[in-house]
């Protein structure tokens, strides 16, 4: 029996769907690549938000837009596009990823949302070394996967 990600699920382990081995080849890697991809777009995306509030609001905006704009931005930007019919960020489709819950399921919006945000918000607080969680665990997971109840794999082709 295999779910829409083309994976076969018939054969349980814990409560994740049985991956085969090409389903987790590289991803850690390709999910390096893919952060820095999304992490240009969120900047742009971010600047441009910025900016264009500090204007209407004749730059009053621009003293408490700083620590949250990124968050904001990254909700938003995670949020519709892991939930969207491509399931990844631009930057994680470019490196042939799919975001999906651990059950094979897509992702809701508020999942792939709070996923973003607990992205950028332990980037912040540890400056990346969360992702070294990816390193002792089986499925190369993330904590923010972990806690937002998410896995990364390939595309099927």
Not at 56 to 85: C, D, E, H, K, Q
Not at 124 to 133: A, D, F, M
Request: proline share 6%; net charge positive.
């Amino acid at each position: 029996m295999s779910n829409t990600t083309g994976y076969n699920t018939s054969q349980q382990t814990g409560y994740y769907p049985a991956l085969p081995p090409q389903a987790l080849a590289s991803v850690r890697t390709r999910r390096m690549i893919a952060v820095l991809l999304d992490l240009i777009l969120v900047s742009i995306i971010a600047a441009v938000i910025f900016l264009g509030l500090g204007f209407l609001t004749l730059g009053l905006s621009w003293f408490f837009l700083p620590p949250i704009i990124l968050p904001v931005v990254a909700f938003f930007y995670n949020g519709m596009t892991v939930s969207g019919r491509n399931m990844a960020t631009p930057g994680m489709k470019a490196m042939d990823l799919e975001v999906r819950l651990t059950n094979g399921q897509p992702v809701p919006f508020i999942n792939a949302a709070v996923h973003g945000v607990l992205f950028w918000l332990s980037w912040y607080v540890t400056g990346g070394l969360v992702l070294l969680t990816s390193l002792i665990t089986p499925e190369k997971r993330c904590l923010h996967d972990i806690l937002a109840g998410l896995i990364v794999v390939r595309r099927t082709s």
